[in-house]
């Protein structure tokens, strides 16, 4: 059987052109060095086990000195920083099987003919099975780190449940401790929209999605908020870009003059529908006083599906679409990682590793079914370290 596992493996490391499997893994650093986590870059330690620590982040204020009486003793300062709590950093595992068929063929003809068998083509064959499985595992790792960030920055939370883990566990939450004060709901004629049909007619009588916005930084600005922005998902933005309210304080804001016609609601709506987007965000932008930043991110997972009895592939929302965030500039956040066990001496397979040690990539051969797999494993979170400073906002239906 090691013969076996051994030929596989010599022929693999053939379609590597005689590289190791890291050395091939390490080709994929320069496609994925830049993470789509804004605002969270990787803990620089390495974590043994799974139990992580969140850190809260000061803003470090300077703040006045305490007056007291000139025979008493000055007053510590706060570091501002303590612990929240502690969970456990979930595992994530996929893996590709090589072309089983392919790799029969090609390992009898290297038995039967030996060398004579290992030809370019050969080569290029097996180094687009190895390219294609470890680029698709990698890029997925990638989709799933900016899942979080966008998840846990548009919810204040991460849930693992039936819509982005459908074929694995379900049911945890990590709540990384938002005060309830920065989360809003809104109800009735309040809501930007009363429907998930977001037209006129299912405006909420009583929104004013601009007001609200500015409003809401106002006050941050009173109570010591740092500068920040406003997040919100692409669609749910471009809805908005034609919410009747907001093109009539864009209107009014740019066309004074329309304050003075007949129907000033109506006069400043029109000159704004016929704005470009872009100049309709800048406006949005001066009116709330901050940045607004649209998310246009999907992610793909797979499920059974009952009916064809089948894997079928589903695209998801990485920003909750009902909610608008506010997050401050700069780093908020850190992602945990723990490095994974692997089993050195094991001749079924071999190991490389990625992100610094945070990911295992590993070459398996199956002796039962005499093929084999590429697989990934990573265990990883993205942690806020300025929750108090965070801010979700759900605005419509």
């Known amino acids: 059987?090691?013969?076996?596992?051994?030929?596989?493996?010599?022929?693999?490391?053939?379609?590597?052109?005689?590289?190791?499997?890291?050395?091939?893994?390490?080709?994929?650093?320069?496609?994925?060095?830049?993470?789509?986590?804004?605002?969270f870059d990787w803990d620089p330690e390495i974590q043994l086990d799974y139990t992580y620590e969140q850190l809260i982040a000061s803003l470090n204020i300077t703040t006045l000195p305490v007056y007291v009486d000139a025979d008493s003793d000055g007053l510590d300062k706060s570091f501002g920083e303590f612990k929240i709590g502690s969970n456990k950093i979930p595992t994530q595992k996929?893996?590709?099987?090589?072309?089983?068929?392919?790799?029969?063929?090609?390992?009898?003809m290297y038995q039967r003919f030996g060398e004579a068998s290992l030809t370019d083509e050969t080569r290029n064959s097996l180094m687009d099975l190895l390219f294609d499985s470890?680029?698709?595992?990698?890029?997925?790792?990638?989709?799933?780190?900016?899942?979080?960030?966008?998840?846990?920055?548009?919810?204040?939370?991460?849930?693992?449940?039936?819509?982005?883990?459908?074929?694995?566990?379900?049911?945890?939450?990590?709540?990384?401790g938002i005060p309830s004060g920065n989360k809003e709901?809104?109800?009735?004629?309040?809501?930007?929209?009363?429907?998930?049909?977001?037209?006129?007619?299912?405006?909420?009588?009583?929104?004013d999605p601009l007001l609200y916005l500015k409003n809401k930084r106002k006050a941050m600005r009173k109570n010591g908020f740092p500068n920040g922005h406003f997040e919100i998902a692409a669609d749910l933005f471009d809805d908005l870009l034609m919410h009747s309210k907001v093109l009539e304080r864009i209107?009014?804001?740019?066309?004074?003059?329309?304050?003075?016609?007949?129907?000033?609601?109506?006069?400043?709506?029109?000159?704004?529908?016929?704005?470009?987007?872009?100049?309709?965000?800048?406006?949005?932008?001066?009116?709330?006083?901050?940045?607004?930043?649209?998310?246009?991110?999907?992610?793909a997972v797979e499920k059974f599906d009952d009916a064809t009895k089948s894997i079928k592939?589903?695209?998801?929302?990485?920003?909750?679409?009902?909610?608008v965030a506010f997050v401050p500039e700069g780093q908020i956040g850190t992602i945990k990682s723990v490095q994974p066990?692997?089993?050195?001496?094991?001749?079924?397979?071999?190991i490389a590793w990625f992100d610094g040690g945070r990911t295992s990539l590993?070459?398996?051969?199956?002796?039962?079914?005499?093929?084999?797999?590429?697989?990934?494993e990573m265990a990883v979170l993205c942690v806020p370290n300025m929750p108090q400073y965070m801010c979700v906002y759900t605005v419509t239906a």
């Open 134 to 176: 470890t680029d698709k595992l990698l890029g997925g790792n990638r989709n799933a780190l900016t899942h979080q960030r966008m998840q846990v920055v548009s919810k204040g939370q991460f849930t693992i449940d039936l819509t982005n883990n459908p074929r694995g566990i379900k049911g945890l939450t990590f709540d990384f």
């Open 362 to 376: 590993t070459q398996r051969y199956n002796s039962k079914t005499k093929s084999m797999y590429v697989e990934s």
């Open 341 to 350: 066990l692997v089993i050195a001496d094991d001749p079924t397979q071999r």
């Open 251 to 299: 209107g009014l804001a740019l066309y004074p003059m329309a304050a003075s016609a007949d129907n000033p609601g109506t006069a400043a709506q029109g000159y704004a529908t016929n704005m470009t987007d872009e100049a309709k965000r800048a406006a949005i932008e001066s009116i709330i006083g901050c940045p607004i930043i649209p998310r246009d991110s999907l992610s």
């Open 313 to 323: 592939v589903s695209t998801i929302e990485n920003f909750d679409p009902l909610n």
């Open 1 to 39: 059987m090691r013969t076996m596992v051994k030929n596989y493996y010599d022929l693999l490391t053939f379609g590597l052109g005689n590289a190791s499997f890291q050395q091939f893994v390490d080709r994929f650093n320069d496609k994925y060095n830049v993470l789509q986590t804004e605002g």
């Open 185 to 207: 709901s809104l109800s009735g004629e309040n809501r930007w929209w009363k429907s998930t049909e977001h037209v006129p007619v299912n405006e909420g009588t009583s929104s």
């Open 94 to 108: 996929h893996r590709y099987p090589l072309n089983a068929k392919m790799l029969r063929e090609r390992m009898i």
